[in-house]
Structures are given as structure tokens and as C-alpha cells.
């Protein structure tokens, strides 16, 4: 039976009225449902998940006559599967602000207690706007209700720092929001002109403008037929073309929601350009066959990420695309945190540097302990050992510096400041006219900022060997350093080898009258052995000038055997997560001599050229048993740092001079 309007029977469901609306920005309801614990239910201000529902028809779109927070609650009408809570078996409603529902009055014409069935999903055919809870749309302001799920409401989300919601990377578009569908890539399959027009869909208000246009300067032009259709086309798809370039340029505002927002789960978003970029990045795969020739191949690499992360770093100041998967911040700290895994390359060449010095003093070392009189030879063992304590003490010491010394070279050299600058500049002033009808059929657009992400081989030898020109003073040092320990020790023992010498000599007229000089002439080998020690020493090579020879100097080898042939090397040099291992073409193969011609040339030029790393301060502590350094009666600190004898930076910035002694 139906019953009439005046007439209400108390039972629900006798008048069902359907109805479809939108969840009103909930920036002004939100305390509805409460987000720190709480232990009584006096301490929840809200009835459950409900919201408020603006309603198509019943409620105006905007602010003015009815604000969010005054619209009514709707309750949710759950599955049966999301249980109702009761035993706590249940699922929570996934809606939010700018969600379109439906659903019907509980209450019939009352219209006071609506009841959310269901929600209408979005798709990438809606352009989401960026704000809710505004006047954008009214019933006398039209426009398409369709809002981002990370819209800005009239309150911000977190209330304390005034911080929004920002979507992921999964969340986020990976096309230029303001792109407009015209300018889009179309879909495979679609037929299109030669132009890139789709003859099977109409033209927009812009296109059509654009068409009118073109057809009066094609009449003014004298164009007819198939010239004149072809002429207007041309304009039509310039027009386009031109536009997309105002829209996207860097100084145009984005206008469209930056998230993205469907059901769509193959469109490519920024998160899947991150993740593409990251199983593309070259890492360094160290082989052991050739460690110096791998070790520059792995600073080629390194340097070829920092190049490659640099060039999207400085094309998303006017390329979204770039911005939106560029994972660097500052370039700098970048290119400091790269140089700190070069650095670990680099030693692997100073410790074949280092192998060398010390292969050679032992060959001299040999011959010298060959010449001399037992009774000293297991002394000359302990200096031995001695010197290679040095000399590790010397090189590990220059270890210490190469990541600063290496990040400067690289900053230098790359000078990031200066390349942002000049990117800045040219989004600036590479902004479109507006595409005015007197450029209509003009192809010139607005480019882009050009940078050439290829690093050779011979960028990272120069390098490699800059870092050892500024290092090759304290190389020279290390190396003077044995030689004089070495003298030392045999000034101290001459005596002794002269003593041998002279009672050598005295026996040699008879050894030579006796035996002849079958032997050999053993009087001048015993001379070689005692008076020519300064000859054998001098046979220290000039790292410096032979630093091609040390690096290609080969301590051990795999065939030992006779006839046995060498082991297959490996071939990958670097591998990455989308392709797997790979290998270096020849032309890019390192060259050692060449980085020893560049250090023995050019390294006193390129010492000059490129600034030295700041040394980090010398923090300083006061010993036990010694009161802190006192500013006044109320304050004191523990550490400073020495300006000079007495005088020190305290560590609230402040200085002070004190007489108190350091251990």
C-alpha cells in the first residue's frame, strides 16, 4: 500500500527517498573521531564514523548559505562482510572529504538523517581540483565538483605546524599536471594525420578559435582546397603545441591536482620513474684480475651517477618530470657523500703505489743485507720491518684526507652552484610570449636546459690524477723518509762493513794468486757490496716519474706454473638491477700511463688549479682535574677550539683566552 504525504505509518522504509552528494571538507568536522588514545568514551567527541555529506539538490555547493560543519552527519550503511564491531570483528569505512556517495534518508521526506550506501569512484578522465571547502563552486558558480583526495581544506591537516597531506611517489602523476589531453600521447592504435590530429574527434573552444584564425589568413594568403585544409590543421596542431609549452613552462602555476588518483594501476606515476632510475643506477663491481684498472673503471662509474643525478636535479627546475623523481636535494652534500665512495677506489691506487715503493726497497734492501756480516744482517731484519711501518703509517695517513680532497676536486670541477644558477636563469627567461596568432605557424618553443650527462674514461684519470698530484708531496716525503732512515742505519754500521772490507782486501791478492780468477773477480763484487752502498740505494725510483710503472707493477701472478695459461678475467665491471652485469667498451678502458704523463706534466698546474680541502678544527678538551673554561659565574663549556697558544673558540660561538695547559 502507498501511503500518502501526510500520512506516516512509523515504519522505515515506507517512503525511501535516494539521493547523491559529496563529503564536505572535513578540515572542520575531523574531531568527529578522535586521534590520541583515549580511556573512557566521555573522552570521544564524535558517534563513530560519520560525515558530513553536502547534497545535490538539497544543499548549496558553496560556503555562503550553508557552511561544512552545519551540514548533517551520515551514518554508513556497511557490507556484511565489514561485520558491525560488535566482539570488535568489523572494517572501517575507506571515505574521505571530496569522496561523491549516495544513499538514502532514513527519516523519508524528513530528509534530515541520510545513510551512505555506497561511492562513486574516480578515474584520470577527472581533473581533481586542489582545494575544497571554498566558493570555487556554487549554484551560481558552475564547475566540476571533482576534488583531490589531498586538497587543501579551510584548516590545515596538522593544526600545530600548519602542514599538509602531500601524496607519495605512487601518488603522484608522472606528466605535467597543467598537460592537456589535446597534447597527450594517444592511445595505441588511434588514427591520427600527419599533424598528430585525431580527425575523429571535434575540435575544443581553443582549437576552434585557433581553426578561425587560420582560415582568414589562409584566405588573405590566396590558399585554396587541399592547401588551405592542410594550412589550418598545421595551425590547429601549433596551437596546441604552443599552449602545452605555456602551460608546462617553469613559471606557469599549477593549476590541476599533482596526485594521482584512479583505479588505474598501470599508468605510470613518479614513484615507478624512481624505482626505474634506481634499477638502472650503475653500481661498481670491483674484480680482482686487474684491482688498478677496476678501481678506475669504479671512479668512472661513481662520477657518471653524480653527472646523471646532477642533470635531473638541474632540469627539474623547469622539467616536472624530473622533479618529481629527482631524488637529490643538495647538490653539494650529493657530490660530498659520492666522493666518500670514490675515495675507497682511490686507495686501492695508493696501496699499488704503496706496493711499489715497498717491492723496490725490498730488492735494494736484499742486496745491501747480501753484502753485510752476519752478525748485523737479523739487525738490518728489524729496521726492515721498521721502514714498511712507516711507510703504512705515511700512506694510511694521506688516506685519511682523500674523500675531502676528493669532494673539493669534484665541486671544482663541477662547480654545482654555478650550473643551478645558470638552469635558474634559463627557466626564468625561457618562458613562452603567450602564443599570440602571429606565431601560430612558428615552431619555436621553449627548450630545454642542456646538459651532457656522458662521462669518459679520461675524465676520471684526470681525476685520479689530480688527487695524486696534490698527494705527491707527501709521496716524495714518505719515500726521502726511508732513504734517510736507511742511510742512517748504514752510517751507523759502516765500520763494521769497512772493517770486512779491509780484511777482505788484504786476502784478495792471495785468494786471486791461489785460485786464480776462475771465481770471478771477487775483489770487485766484495767493492760493490761495501763502498758502493750509496749506488744501491739510489736506485729508489722517482715515484713521481714512474708512477705509470707503479701502477701497471704486477706483485703476483696467476700462471705460475710453466706452459700454464692465464685465468679467463672478468668482464663485468659494474651491474645494475634492471639489466644485471656489464662491461666497459675497450675505448673506455683505463690508462695508466696515461694518469703517470698527467702527474709528471700538468701536476704542479693542477695542484694551483683546484682549491685544497679545509682542514676540519682542531677541538681541543681540558685535561682531567682541570676546571671548564669559565665565560662568568653562571655559564661554562667543555670544548673548544685553539685559535692560537691561548686563545680558543668556545662552543656557543663566543671567545675566550685562558692559560690552562693541554695534555
Known amino acids: 500500500m502507498q501511503e500518502g ?11 525511501f527517498f535516494w539521493w547523491i552528494g559529496q563529503i564536505a571538507d572535513d578540515s572542520v568536522w575531523r574531531e568527529n573521531v578522535i586521534c590520541a588514545p583515549f580511556a573512557t568514551e566521555g573522552e570521544n567527541v564524535g558517534w563513530g564514523r560519520r560525515y558530513k555529506v553536502r547534497i545535490l539538490g538539497l544543499h548549496d555547493q558553496g560556503e555562503t548559505e550553508i557552511a561544512s560543519k552545519d551540514l548533517p552527519w551520515a551514518q554508513v550503511m556497511l557490507p556484511v562482510t565489514a561485520g558491525g564491531f560488535l566482539a570488535n570483528r568489523g572494517a572501517t569505512p575507506n571515505l574521505q572529504g571530496g569522496n561523491m556517495v549516495f544513499g538514502f534518508f532514513m527519516d523519508g521526506q524528513a530528509m534530515t538523517v541520510p545513510v551512505i550506501m555506497g561511492v562513486i569512484g574516480n578515474n584520470a578522465k577527472n581533473d581533481t581540483a586542489n582545494t575544497i571547502g571554498d566558493n570555487r563552486v556554487t549554484n551560481k558558480q558552475p564547475g566540476s565538483l571533482a576534488v583531490s583526495g589531498y586538497a587543501r581544506g579551510q584548516k590545515p591537516k596538522n593544526a600545530r605546524t600548519g602542514s599538509q597531506e602531500t601524496p607519495p611517489d605512487g601518488g603522484l602523476k608522472s606528466e605535467h599536471p597543467n598537460s592537456s589531453a589535446a597534447a597527450a600521447r594517444q592511445r595505441p592504435g588511434a588514427k591520427v594525420n600527419k599533424y598528430g590530429l585525431r580527425p575523429d574527434l571535434p575540435l575544443d573552444d581553443f582549437q576552434f578559435k585557433d581553426a578561425q584564425r587560420a582560415r582568414i589568413r589562409a584566405d588573405e594568403q590566396g590558399l585554396i582546397g587541399i592547401e588551405r585544409e592542410e594550412y589550418v590543421m598545421k595551425s590547429v596542431a ?11 613552462s617553469a613559471s606557469a602555476p599549477i593549476t590541476k591536482s599533482i596526485a594521482s588518483e584512479n583505479s588505474d594501476v598501470q599508468q605510470i606515476t613518479a614513484g615507478d620513474i624512481k624505482e626505474q632510475i634506481f634499477a638502472e643506477e650503475k653500481v661498481p663491481m670491483p674484480i680482482p684480475d686487474d684491482p688498478v684498472g677496476s678501481a678506475m673503471k669504479s671512479i668512472q662509474i661513481l662520477i657518471d651517477n653524480i653527472v646523471q643525478k646532477m642533470d635531473t636535479y638541474l632540469n627539474a627546475i623547469q622539467s616536472y618530470v624530473d622533479a618529481v623523481s629527482s631524488t637529490v636535494s643538495n647538490l ?19 696501496d699499488k703505489m704503496m706496493e711499489f715503493v715497498l717491492k723496490q726497497i725490498n730488492v735494494v734492501m736484499s742486496k745491501v743485507i747480501g753484502a753485510l756480516p752476519a752478525t748485523v744482517t737479523s739487525k738490518f731484519g728489524d729496521l726492515k720491518e721498521k721502514i714498511n711501518e712507516l711507510i703504512l703509517m705515511m700512506y ?8 675531502d680532497q676528493l669532494c673539493q676536486t669534484l665541486l671544482d670541477t663541477l662547480q654545482p652552484e654555478k650550473r643551478e644558477q645558470e638552469a635558474r636563469d634559463y627557466a626564468a627567461n625561457s618562458s613562452s610570449s603567450g602564443g599570440s596568432s602571429d606565431s601560430t605557424d612558428d615552431n619555436t618553443l621553449p627548450g630545454r636546459f ?72 771477487f775483489g770487485n763484487t766484495v767493492a760493490s757490496a761495501t763502498g758502493g752502498m750509496d749506488g744501491m740505494l739510489n736506485m729508489m725510483p722517482d715515484i713521481s716519474g714512474s708512477l705509470g710503472a707503479a701502477l701497471d707493477f704486477k706483485n703476483i701472478i696467476m700462471n705460475i706454473f710453466p706452459g700454464e695459461l692465464e685465468p679467463k678475467k672478468a668482464i663485468n665491471d659494474f651491474y645494475q638491477l634492471a639489466t644485471g652485469g656489464s662491461g666497459a667498451a675497450a675505448s673506455e678502458l683505463p690508462s695508466m700511463a696515461s694518469i703517470g704523463d698527467s702527474v709528471a706534466t700538468s701536476g704542479d698546474e693542477r695542484v694551483n688549479r683546484f682549491n685544497s680541502a679545509s682542514e676540519s678544527p682542531e677541538f681541543l678538551t681540558p685535561p682531567k682535574g682541570k ?8 655559564e661554562s663549556v667543555d670544548v673548544v677550539r685553539r685559535i692560537d697558544n691561548n686563545t680558543f673558540d668556545l662552543s656557543d660561538g663566543s671567545t675566550v683566552t685562558t692559560t690552562f695547559e693541554l695534555e
Open 5 to 15: 504525504a501526510l500520512f506516516d505509518s512509523g515504519i522505515l522504509g515506507t517512503s
Open 238 to 248: 601549433d596551437g596546441i603545441k604552443q599552449r602545452e609549452a605555456d602551460d608546462t
Open 332 to 350: 653539494e652534500d650529493m657530490i660530498c657523500s659520492t666522493a666518500k665512495k670514490i675515495a675507497k677506489y682511490m686507495k686501492v691506487i695508493f
Open 396 to 403: 694510511n695517513k694521506m688516506f685519511d684526507g682523500l674523500a
Open 450 to 521: 642542456k646538459t651532457r650527462p656522458k662521462v669518459p674514461m679520461c675524465y676520471a684519470e684526470s681525476i685520479a690524477s689530480t688527487v695524486i698530484s696534490k698527494n705527491k708531496g707527501q709521496i716524495t716525503e714518505a719515500n726521502t723518509n726511508v732513504i734517510k732512515s736507511l742511510n742512517g742505519y748504514i752510517d751507523g754500521i759502516q765500520g763494521d762493513i769497512d772493517s770486512v772490507s779491509a780484511t777482505i782486501s788484504q786476502g784478495q791478492a792471495l785468494i786471486s794468486g791461489g785460485l786464480g780468477d776462475s771465481l770471478g773477480d
Open 627 to 634: 676546571a671548564p673554561v669559565s665565560l662568568n659565574d653562571t
